[in-house]
């Protein structure tokens, strides 16, 4: 996208495209100072409940919050906006932060000439969407903070991402490029509103056209999809593309059902290649995630992404979203291979969740930052409560800690690989990595595996211990509605699968939250945080949880999720159903402050809306016997044809959607008592492999069944044979003959 610019503003445009940096984000507060003195500004933002705003709260910034009591005063005072948009845990957003809106002097300039307007991300991602789509079309790349100057009408001109504070290596630095922006808002106001009225004019086009639909071949989607993976596979350290490397579970999810899929290829050997090629690259991305930095193996869980391409030194910060959608394919690795070290990371990752991430009422919280403040320091650093130099290891170790050291890859100098940690932050330091397994370590030292376990459990414990005592990274403790549906959805199915039953109370209590707490006069709260938010839910809420709740009724057979996963979707389609072309907007059409509609068209960090509800259409439609909810998920797959006949593997989600439309759908009801160890029995074998396209629901005679059976006749019939729990495996609920038999049902199953 490109237009002319006038005058100065050209030259100030330039500056601003040319300084903006791409920052994945990361960590922390905005003070790195330990020492609290009495703030000498306060602005509105003390009135928010977003904790990135509230980090801002002090700045001598005239900050707004997104809404009309800004948007007024720029039309009145005729001023450009300055927009800046970040959240909590971002790094780059605090960095920006201290070096420039912590300045009297930046602020003075910004309070005079511009409007300044804060906004969290996470509370508005469909303001984010707009102004990074713009960042990105005239930058090429995109990142937070996102940085963006608007005319009055809310039209953006210029953007970026970072700016320094002063003018570096000739280039001009913020408060340069601020004076020139204002300069050439006074000399030609009316060449740069015709700009940003010619912008959001081609951003709106941009966004028509992704609305078109494309006629694409189903089983060519698929097979370009692994196509594309295994050219970006790194064969060698595992993952896809080079550093920084994101652990981008949807492709991992994509790659499992393919390693499963019977009709992959068109003769039997190629599918039989193809499907250990998806296998193998999806376990080896697994293995190498596990084993290296980026997963926490003090704490648990994993953080946001690794610099490197070794999985080794990560951007620390810990977000809930990822946490959600590793916990699956872990799972999916557990079900597959039944290989326990799955079990184990998958059940470290949940219980990092319900330990650091979970909220009294239930409700799951956003994030941890990746700073906080070293012990003897006055600043904060990245990293500083997860790392260790040798020193650390060898006091609070003793005699365990060469043993230890070999575990992990622990160095005197710090074990960072070179290149990844240019500003030398990490010096010294060691992020844990596996360097010997248990087996290994075993064979090397002539003692038993159990022995050299017990003594590195021993030692992780000690280390937690001493971790704990350390300054926690801030807690974001916002509850967001969409990332609470994907650790609902977590951890009902490792309830489910693990036999857990304090997982599958975390999703209930969790679906509770976000029924009482943000379901409010028949539709979704974004977030709760002291309160509900202003937001209300965007297409990711709804998606995110429908899903949620159609795993947590596999898991507790309680129909109450699944009427409310019904009454949820009706609401979906009436705000954001695409009715003309299919697939969902992320905003309903009366939203008034944003300069078009977007879709999503690509499944990032986040799952795309329309990936997760076309997958939840199919399910829906299953579970209650509906041709147009299949109808519709078809229509929704088919909006974005464009994308998967070009680049599927930009949508692995949508993929998995894909695979399940074409699959016969399979049923397992299971006609007993709740409880009952014979009903047990038989759900142990229905949950025990990896199949995909399965759903499984209990007839239980009461109300649940009723509430079926009035939705799908089929259900209605379904019920014990000679007083013993029975399994009806059906396609489509055409059914085969009852079995009450556990291992018989089992050999059902496997063929």
């Known amino acids: 996208m490109t237009a002319t610019l006038h005058l100065r503003f050209a030259l100030a445009a330039a500056a601003a495209l040319s300084l903006g940096q791409t920052a994945h984000c990361a960590d922390a507060n905005p003070k790195d100072s330990a020492v609290k003195t009495a703030p000498k500004h306060t602005n509105r933002l003390a009135k928010e409940k977003s904790p990135y705003l509230i980090q801002h709260q002090h700045n001598p910034v005239d900050w707004y919050p997104w809404g009309p009591e800004a948007f007024e005063k720029a039309k009145k005072e005729n001023k450009p906006i300055f927009l800046s948009i970040g959240y909590s845990t971002c790094h780059w957003c605090h960095v920006m932060e201290r070096e420039s809106f912590e300045s009297e002097e930046i602020a003075k300039i910004l309070n005079e000439n511009f409007v300044c307007i804060k906004v969290d991300r996470e509370e508005r991602p469909d303001v984010d969407k707009v102004y990074m789509t713009f960042v990105q079309a005239t930058t090429g790349g995109g990142g937070w903070p996102l940085n963006v100057w608007l005319t009055p009408d809310l039209k953006p001109f210029v953007g970026g991402t970072y700016f320094p504070p002063e003018d570096r290596a000739g280039r001009p630095g913020f408060p340069?490029?601020?004076?020139?922006?204002?300069?050439?808002?006074?000399?030609?106001?009316?060449?740069?509103?015709?700009?940003?009225?010619?912008?959001?004019?081609?951003?709106?086009?941009?966004?028509?056209?992704?609305?078109?639909?494309?006629?694409?071949?189903?089983?060519a989607a698929l097979s370009k999809g692994l196509d594309e993976l295994v050219k970006r596979f790194d064969a060698d350290h595992g993952g896809f593309g080079a550093a920084p490397k994101f652990p981008q579970p949807g492709n991992i999810s994509f790659l499992f059902r393919m390693s499963v899929k019977k009709d992959l290829a068109d003769n039997a050997e190629a599918g039989e290649r193809d499907r250990a090629i998806a296998g193998k690259m999806a376990l080896v991305t697994l293995d190498k995630m596990a084993a290296g930095g980026m997963h926490?193996?003090?704490?648990?869980?994993?953080?946001?992404?690794?610099?490197?391409?070794?999985?080794?030194?990560?951007?620390?910060?810990?977000?809930?979203?990822?946490?959600?959608?590793?916990?699956?394919?872990?799972?999916?690795?557990?079900?597959?291979?039944?290989?326990?070290?799955?079990?184990?990371?998958?059940?470290?990752?949940?219980?990092?969740?319900?330990?650091?991430?979970?909220?009294?009422?239930?409700?799951?919280?956003?994030?941890?930052?990746?700073?906080?403040?070293?012990?003897?320091?006055?600043?904060?650093?990245?990293?500083?409560?997860?790392?260790?130099?040798?020193?650390?290891?060898?006091?609070?170790?003793?005699?365990?800690?060469?043993?230890?050291?070999?575990?992990?890859?622990?160095?005197?100098?710090?074990?960072?690989?070179?290149?990844?940690?240019?500003?030398?932050?990490?010096?010294?330091?060691?992020?844990?990595?596996?360097?010997?397994?248990?087996?290994?370590?075993?064979?090397?030292?002539?003692?038993?595996?159990?022995?050299?376990?017990?003594?590195?459990?021993?030692?992780?414990?000690?280390?937690?211990?001493?971790?704990?005592?350390?300054?926690?990274?801030?807690?974001?403790?916002?509850?967001?509605?969409?990332?609470?549906?994907?650790?609902?959805?977590?951890?009902?199915?490792?309830?489910?699968?693990?036999?857990?039953?304090?997982?599958?109370?975390?999703?209930?209590?969790?679906?509770?939250?976000?029924?009482?707490?943000?379901?409010?006069?028949?539709?979704?709260?974004?977030?709760?945080?002291?309160?509900?938010?202003?937001s209300a839910g965007f297409a990711d809420d709804y998606a995110s949880v429908i899903a949620g709740l159609l795993d947590l009724y596999e898991a507790d057979f309680d129909t109450r999720w699944l009427a409310w996963a019904v009454e949820l979707q009706q609401k979906m389609d009436a705000v954001f159903l695409d009715k003309e072309h299919g697939g969902y907007f992320q905003t309903p059409a009366a939203q008034g402050d944003i300069l078009f509609r977007s879709k999503e068209d690509?499944?990032?960090?986040?799952?795309?809306?329309?990936?997760?509800?076309?997958?939840?259409?199919?399910?829906?439609?299953?579970?209650?016997?509906?041709?147009?909810?299949?109808?519709?998920?078809?229509?929704?797959?088919?909006?974005?044809?464009?994308q998967l006949k070009t680049m599927p593997s930009a949508l692995p989600v949508m993929l998995c959607?894909?695979?399940?439309?074409?699959?016969?759908?399979?049923?397992?009801?299971?006609?007993?008592?709740?409880?009952?160890?014979d009903t047990k029995a038989l759900l142990k074998e229905a949950r025990a492999n990896y199949t995909p396209n399965q759903i499984i629901i209990l007839a239980d005679g009461g109300e649940g069944q009723a509430w079926l059976g009035a939705r799908n006749e089929a259900i209605k019939f379904m019920e014990l044979q000679g007083g013993k729990a029975a399994a009806f495996v059906c396609e489509n609920f055409v059914c085969q003959s009852p079995e009450t038999d556990p291992v018989k049902l089992r050999e059902v199953l496997k063929k």
């Not at 000399?187 to 951003?203: F, M, P, S, T, Y």
């Not at 904060?380 to 409560?385: C, R």
């Not at 609070?396 to 160095?411: P, Q, R, T």
């Not at 695979?659 to 409880?675: E, F, N, T």
């Open 176 to 219: 340069t490029l601020l004076k020139r922006l204002a300069q050439g808002w006074k000399e030609d106001r009316a060449g740069i509103i015709a700009h940003g009225d010619e912008v959001a004019k081609q951003l709106a086009e941009f966004a028509k056209g992704a609305q078109s639909k494309v006629e694409v071949s189903a089983k």
């Open 296 to 534: 926490d193996h003090i704490g648990g869980g994993f953080h946001r992404y690794s610099v490197d391409k070794f999985w080794h030194v990560p951007h620390y910060e810990k977000m809930a979203y990822d946490q959600a959608q590793l916990a699956r394919v872990y799972l999916d690795a557990f079900q597959i291979t039944r290989d326990a070290r799955w079990e184990k990371v998958t059940r470290d990752v949940l219980d990092y969740v319900l330990r650091e991430l979970t909220g009294k009422d239930g409700g799951f919280y956003s994030a941890e930052d990746a700073d906080s403040i070293e012990e003897g320091h006055a600043e904060k650093k990245e990293g500083a409560f997860y790392v260790w130099t040798k020193t650390e290891i060898d006091a609070a170790l003793g005699a365990d800690s060469a043993l230890f050291c070999k575990a992990y890859g622990v160095e005197p100098n710090g074990n960072s690989p070179e290149g990844s940690d240019p500003f030398d932050k990490l010096k010294g330091k060691n992020t844990l990595i596996v360097r010997k397994t248990a087996a290994e370590l075993a064979k090397e030292e002539g003692k038993p595996e159990a022995e050299i376990e017990k003594t590195l459990a021993a030692a992780r414990t000690k280390l937690f211990e001493i971790r704990n005592k350390r300054q926690h990274p801030h807690l974001d403790d916002k509850v967001v509605a969409a990332w609470n549906g994907l650790l609902i959805s977590a951890f009902a199915r490792a309830g489910q699968v693990l036999d857990e039953p304090r997982y599958i109370a975390a999703a209930q209590a969790s679906a509770k939250f976000l029924q009482t707490k943000l379901w409010k006069d028949g539709a979704l709260i974004r977030s709760y945080r002291l309160g509900p938010a202003a």
């Open 602 to 642: 690509s499944d990032n960090a986040e799952p795309a809306p329309g990936s997760i509800a076309a997958m939840n259409l199919i399910r829906l439609g299953q579970l209650i016997d509906s041709k147009e909810l299949r109808e519709r998920a078809e229509k929704t797959i088919a909006s974005v044809g464009e």
């Open 657 to 677: 959607a894909v695979d399940a439309s074409m699959a016969k759908g399979r049923q397992i009801v299971i006609a007993g008592k709740p409880g009952a160890d």
